[in-house]
């Protein structure tokens, strides 16, 4: 799987205020809150689902890929997305350390970094759940 996705009863507006307040714990900045069922619907694309898709940062780890290999810019910002619908609420991330892994670059630092990084987002996801 490329994903780790969870389920729970919150509903989006809570699970984002959730998901912000432990992001910040964590040293992690969003960087923007995207709607991307109300841009479907303003291009005259209902759907039927709530999807928010969060960019997040954290800016010290960005810092030092970047530094490695500029090339890992296409990897970023880091994205959570939250799927809601009538019954229930999917969160989740892109599994950084497998994403990370096709890069060309053979630096062990900026697998070891996207790992450490995934490991804290699924962490922030497992408390706010």
Same mark, same amino acid.
Request: aromatic share 6%.
């Given at each position: 799987?490329?994903?780790f996705t969870?389920?729970?009863?919150k509903?989006?507006k809570?699970?984002?205020e959730?998901?912000k307040?432990?992001? %910040? #714990?964590?040293?992690?900045g @969003? +960087?923007?809150?995207f709607? *991307?069922?109300?841009?479907l619907?303003?291009?005259?694309?209902?759907?039927n689902?709530?999807?928010?898709?969060?960019?997040?940062?954290?800016?010290n780890?960005?810092?030092k890929?970047i530094?490695i290999?500029?090339?890992?810019?296409?990897f970023?910002?880091?994205?959570?997305?939250?799927?809601?619908?009538? %019954? #229930?609420?999917?969160?989740? @991330? +892109?599994?950084?350390?497998? *994403?990370?892994?096709?890069?060309d670059s053979d630096?062990?630092?900026?697998?070891?970094?996207a790992k450490?990084?995934?490991?804290?987002?699924?962490k922030?996801?497992?408390k706010?759940?």
């Open positions: 799987m490329f994903d969870l389920t729970t009863y509903k989006t809570e699970l984002i959730d998901l307040k432990e992001l %910040k #714990e964590e040293n992690f @969003v +960087l923007w809150e709607e *991307l069922h109300k841009k619907a303003e291009k005259g694309l209902p759907y689902h709530s999807v928010t898709i969060l960019e997040v940062c954290n800016p780890a960005a810092a890929i530094a290999d500029p090339m890992a810019s296409y970023l910002p880091c994205k959570i997305v939250i799927i809601e619908d009538t %019954k #229930e609420t999917k969160v989740g @991330v +892109l599994k950084l350390a497998q *994403l990370f892994s096709h890069m630096n062990v630092e900026i697998k070891d970094i450490e990084i995934e490991e804290r987002l699924i922030i996801i497992n706010v759940v």
